[in-house]
T-cell receptor, first 113, second 112 residues
Framework: QKEVEQNSGPLSVPEGAIASLNCTYS??????FFWYRQYSGKSPELIMS????GDKEDGRFTAQLNKASQYVSLLIRDSQPSDSATYLC?????????????FGQGTILTVHP | KAGVTQTPRYLIKTRGQQVTLSCSPI?????VSWYQQTPGQGLQFLFE???????NKGNFPGRFSGRQFSNSRSEMNVSTLELGDSALYLC???????????FGPGTRLTVL
Protein backbone atom coordinates (compact mmCIF):
# COMPACT_ATOMS: atom_id res chain seq x y z
CA GLN A 1 0.00 0.00 0.00
CA LYS A 2 1.34 3.40 -0.96
CA GLU A 3 1.80 5.85 1.89
CA VAL A 4 -0.17 8.60 0.17
CA GLU A 5 -2.71 7.81 -2.51
CA GLN A 6 -4.69 10.19 -4.65
CA ASN A 7 -7.81 9.52 -6.67
CA SER A 8 -6.91 8.29 -10.08
CA GLY A 9 -7.10 10.80 -12.85
CA PRO A 10 -7.12 12.52 -15.04
CA LEU A 11 -10.07 14.57 -13.86
CA SER A 12 -11.93 16.73 -16.34
CA VAL A 13 -14.55 19.29 -15.30
CA PRO A 14 -16.33 22.08 -17.15
CA GLU A 15 -15.57 25.69 -16.37
CA GLY A 16 -17.57 26.88 -13.38
CA ALA A 17 -17.99 23.42 -11.88
CA ILE A 18 -16.62 22.08 -8.59
CA ALA A 19 -13.51 19.92 -8.85
CA SER A 20 -13.06 17.37 -6.07
CA LEU A 21 -9.62 15.91 -5.37
CA ASN A 22 -9.13 13.17 -2.82
CA CYS A 23 -6.20 11.75 -0.90
CA THR A 24 -5.75 8.99 1.66
CA TYR A 25 -2.71 8.34 3.81
CA SER A 26 -1.52 5.30 5.71
CA UNK A 27 0.49 6.73 8.63
CA UNK A 28 -1.88 7.44 11.50
CA UNK A 29 0.60 9.74 13.25
CA UNK A 30 0.63 12.16 10.31
CA UNK A 31 0.26 15.71 11.55
CA UNK A 32 0.32 18.10 8.61
CA PHE A 33 -1.35 17.99 5.24
CA PHE A 34 -0.77 20.07 2.17
CA TRP A 35 -2.04 20.57 -1.34
CA TYR A 36 0.35 21.73 -4.02
CA ARG A 37 -0.43 22.74 -7.58
CA GLN A 38 2.12 22.02 -10.28
CA TYR A 39 1.82 23.41 -13.77
CA SER A 40 3.56 21.55 -16.54
CA GLY A 41 7.28 22.32 -16.52
CA LYS A 42 7.06 24.25 -13.24
CA SER A 43 7.74 23.47 -9.61
CA PRO A 44 5.05 22.73 -7.01
CA GLU A 45 3.23 25.72 -5.54
CA LEU A 46 1.65 25.50 -2.09
CA ILE A 47 -2.06 26.31 -2.23
CA MET A 48 -3.46 24.92 1.03
CA SER A 49 -2.28 23.56 4.34
CA UNK A 50 -4.48 21.93 6.99
CA UNK A 51 -3.57 20.54 10.40
CA UNK A 52 -6.80 19.80 12.28
CA UNK A 53 -10.00 17.98 11.46
CA GLY A 54 -12.64 19.89 9.57
CA ASP A 55 -12.74 22.34 6.73
CA LYS A 56 -10.42 25.18 5.83
CA GLU A 57 -11.45 27.66 3.18
CA ASP A 58 -9.26 30.03 1.18
CA GLY A 59 -10.97 31.79 -1.68
CA ARG A 60 -12.23 29.19 -4.15
CA PHE A 61 -10.33 26.41 -2.39
CA THR A 62 -11.57 24.30 0.53
CA ALA A 63 -9.46 21.64 2.19
CA GLN A 64 -11.13 18.98 4.30
CA LEU A 65 -9.38 16.72 6.79
CA ASN A 66 -10.66 13.62 8.56
CA LYS A 67 -7.90 12.04 10.61
CA ALA A 68 -10.08 9.15 11.78
CA SER A 69 -10.64 8.12 8.17
CA GLN A 70 -7.10 9.18 7.18
CA TYR A 71 -8.56 11.25 4.41
CA VAL A 72 -7.91 14.72 3.06
CA SER A 73 -9.59 16.41 0.15
CA LEU A 74 -9.47 19.60 -1.87
CA LEU A 75 -12.50 21.24 -3.43
CA ILE A 76 -12.07 23.88 -6.10
CA ARG A 77 -15.23 25.91 -6.64
CA ASP A 78 -16.00 27.82 -9.82
CA SER A 79 -13.18 26.01 -11.62
CA GLN A 80 -11.32 28.03 -14.22
CA PRO A 81 -9.19 26.88 -17.17
CA SER A 82 -6.21 28.37 -15.29
CA ASP A 83 -6.79 25.72 -12.59
CA SER A 84 -5.72 23.04 -15.08
CA ALA A 85 -2.63 21.50 -13.49
CA THR A 86 -1.42 18.52 -11.51
CA TYR A 87 -2.51 18.61 -7.86
CA LEU A 88 -0.25 16.95 -5.35
CA CYS A 89 -1.29 15.85 -1.88
CA UNK A 90 1.56 15.90 0.64
CA UNK A 91 1.72 14.60 4.20
CA UNK A 92 4.20 15.25 6.98
CA UNK A 93 4.38 12.68 9.75
CA UNK A 94 5.56 15.06 12.45
CA UNK A 95 7.76 14.09 15.37
CA UNK A 96 11.29 13.46 14.14
CA UNK A 97 10.19 13.41 10.51
CA UNK A 98 11.88 16.77 10.01
CA UNK A 99 11.21 18.42 6.70
CA UNK A 100 10.00 15.26 5.03
CA UNK A 101 6.91 15.50 2.92
CA UNK A 102 5.51 12.33 1.42
CA PHE A 103 3.68 13.02 -1.81
CA GLY A 104 0.92 11.26 -3.66
CA GLN A 105 1.34 10.56 -7.34
CA GLY A 106 -0.75 13.59 -8.26
CA THR A 107 -4.07 14.09 -9.99
CA ILE A 108 -4.16 15.83 -13.35
CA LEU A 109 -7.05 18.28 -13.51
CA THR A 110 -8.31 19.73 -16.76
CA VAL A 111 -10.92 22.47 -16.74
CA HIS A 112 -12.48 22.87 -20.17
CA PRO A 113 -14.30 26.01 -21.31
CA LYS B 1 10.38 38.88 -0.61
CA ALA B 2 12.43 36.79 -3.01
CA GLY B 3 11.54 33.15 -3.35
CA VAL B 4 13.72 30.08 -3.23
CA THR B 5 16.41 30.16 -5.89
CA GLN B 6 18.21 27.21 -7.41
CA THR B 7 21.23 27.10 -9.68
CA PRO B 8 21.86 25.98 -12.26
CA ARG B 9 18.44 25.54 -13.83
CA TYR B 10 19.60 22.96 -16.35
CA LEU B 11 22.51 20.55 -16.41
CA ILE B 12 23.68 17.90 -18.81
CA LYS B 13 26.23 15.40 -17.55
CA THR B 14 27.53 12.02 -18.61
CA ARG B 15 27.53 8.80 -16.64
CA GLY B 16 30.22 8.60 -14.00
CA GLN B 17 30.54 12.35 -13.53
CA GLN B 18 29.52 14.19 -10.41
CA VAL B 19 27.32 17.23 -10.01
CA THR B 20 26.67 19.91 -7.40
CA LEU B 21 23.37 21.76 -7.18
CA SER B 22 22.78 24.90 -5.14
CA CYS B 23 19.75 26.21 -3.29
CA SER B 24 19.23 29.57 -1.59
CA PRO B 25 16.21 29.61 0.74
CA ILE B 26 13.75 32.42 1.33
CA UNK B 27 15.22 35.03 3.65
CA UNK B 28 14.65 33.96 7.24
CA UNK B 29 14.04 30.33 6.35
CA UNK B 30 16.55 28.00 7.93
CA UNK B 31 15.27 24.58 6.95
CA VAL B 32 16.03 23.27 3.47
CA SER B 33 14.65 20.01 2.11
CA TRP B 34 15.66 18.39 -1.16
CA TYR B 35 13.47 16.25 -3.41
CA GLN B 36 13.86 14.30 -6.62
CA GLN B 37 10.99 14.27 -9.09
CA THR B 38 10.74 11.72 -11.90
CA PRO B 39 7.77 10.66 -14.04
CA GLY B 40 7.93 7.13 -12.67
CA GLN B 41 8.53 7.71 -8.96
CA GLY B 42 7.01 11.14 -8.47
CA LEU B 43 8.37 13.42 -5.77
CA GLN B 44 10.69 11.70 -3.35
CA PHE B 45 12.41 13.14 -0.29
CA LEU B 46 16.21 13.17 -0.31
CA PHE B 47 17.25 14.96 2.89
CA GLU B 48 16.64 17.95 5.14
CA UNK B 49 19.06 20.39 6.70
CA UNK B 50 18.65 22.84 9.54
CA UNK B 51 21.39 24.93 11.11
CA UNK B 52 24.03 23.13 9.05
CA UNK B 53 22.89 19.73 10.35
CA UNK B 54 21.23 16.95 8.41
CA UNK B 55 18.20 16.04 10.48
CA ASN B 56 16.49 13.63 8.14
CA LYS B 57 17.41 11.48 5.19
CA GLY B 58 15.37 9.65 2.61
CA ASN B 59 15.97 6.28 1.06
CA PHE B 60 18.64 7.16 -1.49
CA PRO B 61 22.11 5.69 -1.97
CA GLY B 62 25.17 7.31 -0.45
CA ARG B 63 26.04 8.85 -3.82
CA PHE B 64 23.55 11.53 -2.88
CA SER B 65 24.85 13.92 -0.27
CA GLY B 66 24.29 17.45 0.84
CA ARG B 67 25.36 20.19 3.16
CA GLN B 68 24.17 23.48 4.49
CA PHE B 69 26.13 26.62 5.15
CA SER B 70 25.85 29.11 7.97
CA ASN B 71 23.77 31.44 5.78
CA SER B 72 21.27 28.55 5.27
CA ARG B 73 22.21 28.08 1.63
CA SER B 74 22.39 24.42 0.77
CA GLU B 75 24.08 22.27 -1.81
CA MET B 76 23.50 18.71 -2.86
CA ASN B 77 26.01 16.53 -4.61
CA VAL B 78 25.53 13.42 -6.69
CA SER B 79 28.62 11.40 -7.43
CA THR B 80 29.15 8.72 -10.06
CA LEU B 81 26.07 9.73 -12.00
CA GLU B 82 23.81 7.05 -13.44
CA LEU B 83 21.25 7.36 -16.22
CA GLY B 84 18.50 6.92 -13.63
CA ASP B 85 19.59 10.08 -11.85
CA SER B 86 18.05 12.14 -14.63
CA ALA B 87 15.33 14.09 -12.86
CA LEU B 88 14.09 17.43 -11.64
CA TYR B 89 15.79 18.24 -8.36
CA LEU B 90 13.80 20.52 -6.13
CA CYS B 91 14.65 22.25 -2.93
CA UNK B 92 12.13 23.72 -0.53
CA UNK B 93 12.59 25.99 2.44
CA UNK B 94 10.58 26.64 5.57
CA UNK B 95 10.66 28.88 8.60
CA UNK B 96 12.16 27.67 11.88
CA UNK B 97 9.36 25.63 13.44
CA UNK B 98 7.26 26.09 10.34
CA UNK B 99 5.64 23.23 8.51
CA UNK B 100 4.87 24.83 5.17
CA UNK B 101 7.51 24.25 2.53
CA UNK B 102 8.04 26.54 -0.43
CA PHE B 103 9.71 25.16 -3.50
CA GLY B 104 12.31 26.64 -5.78
CA PRO B 105 12.11 26.36 -9.58
CA GLY B 106 14.24 23.22 -9.62
CA THR B 107 17.32 22.02 -11.48
CA ARG B 108 16.68 19.77 -14.46
CA LEU B 109 19.51 17.21 -14.59
CA THR B 110 19.99 15.06 -17.66
CA VAL B 111 22.51 12.23 -17.53
CA LEU B 112 23.68 10.89 -20.89
Amino acid sequence: QKEVEQNSGPLSVPEGAIASLNCTYSDRVSQSFFWYRQYSGKSPELIMSIYSNGDKEDGRFTAQLNKASQYVSLLIRDSQPSDSATYLCAVEAGGTSYGKLTFGQGTILTVHP
Amino acid sequence: KAGVTQTPRYLIKTRGQQVTLSCSPISGHRSVSWYQQTPGQGLQFLFEYFSETQRNKGNFPGRFSGRQFSNSRSEMNVSTLELGDSALYLCASSLPGGREQFFGPGTRLTVL
